[in-house]
């Protein structure tokens, strides 16, 4: 079994930044891609950025290319997500998602594993 674990949510000003983590343990392997997704408030789950497991590839959402970006530390089993210029529009909760394939995948079917989330909240 595997456990993500997120961190680093709050409450920021519009214009701010934010860095979210994602700790892995359990039967997780350094080529596993991961992935954040998001689902605000009366919406369904959004992609935001995924990460092959190598951290090679990476992909995003239309809506945060130029602002997020995704990184990995193998080391550490650890997937970051540097959110900079944040908008009122990305207040969600942000979760994080991990895969048995290697390919960064912005499809929410493609990922087997889930962490419980983490508020992330842009005032404006």
């Known amino acids: 079994q595997v456990q993500l674990v997120e961190a680093g949510g709050g409450r920021v000003q519009g214009g701010g930044s934010l860095r979210l983590s994602c700790t892995a343990s359990?039967?997780?392997?350094?080529?596993?891609?991961q992935a954040w997704f998001r689902r605000a408030p009366e919406k369904g789950y959004e992609f935001v950025a995924a990460i092959s497991g190598s951290g090679l590839l990476t992909n995003y959402a239309d809506s945060v290319k130029g602002r997020f970006t995704i990184s990995r530390d193998n080391a550490k089993n650890t997937v970051y997500l540097q959110m900079n210029n944040l908008e009122p529009e990305d207040t969600a909760v942000y979760y994080c998602?991990?895969?048995?394939?290697?390919?960064?995948?912005?499809?929410?079917?493609?990922?087997?594993?889930w962490g419980q989330g983490t508020q992330v909240t842009v005032s404006s």
């Open positions: 998602a991990a895969r048995t394939g290697i390919g960064p995948s912005g499809t929410y079917a493609s990922y087997d594993y």
């Open positions: 359990g039967h997780i392997f350094a080529n596993n891609a």
